[in-house]
Nanobody
Framework: QVQLVESGGGLVEPGGSLRLSCTAS????????MGWYRQAPGEQRELVAI???????TYADSVKGRFTIFRDGPENTVALQMLALKPEDTAIYYC?????????WGPGTQVTVSS
């Protein structure tokens, strides 16, 4: 059973930065892709950024140029560096990993951007 654990959420002012980390219970190179999704109140969960087994990254248009996803040292950790945060980035951020058609999810971490 794959387990994912997120860390690094919190409250930040507009224009600030946060770094999220996701640690998997297994080697991430066993996933087709892994990354971050978010869900704001009353909204559907959406893709934020993912990185595939080959290292190719995909970003939502709304975060391009502000967020960076990368493998963070250990073979079971992926991080998301978020810069120039906006109030509309407020959401619960979920780490997700895919093996073929099966998705695994972490419990989520709250990110709130507010003054």
């Amino acid at each position: 059973q794959v387990q994912l654990v997120e860390s690094g959420g919190g409250l930040v002012e507009p224009g600030g930065s946060l770094r999220l980390s996701c640690t998997a219970s297994t080697n991430i190179f066993g996933f087709n892709d892994m990354g971050w999704y978010r869900q704001a109140p009353g909204e559907q969960r959406e893709l934020v950024a993912i990185i595939n087994v080959g290292g190719v990254t995909t970003y939502a248009d709304s975060v391009k140029g502000r967020f960076t996803i990368f493998r963070d040292g250990p073979e079971n950790t992926v991080a998301l560096q978020m810069l120039a945060l906006k109030p509309e980035d407020t959401a619960i951020y979920y780490c997700g990993a895919r093996i073929l058609r099966t998705y695994y999810w972490g419990p989520g971490t709250q990110v709130t951007v507010s003054s």
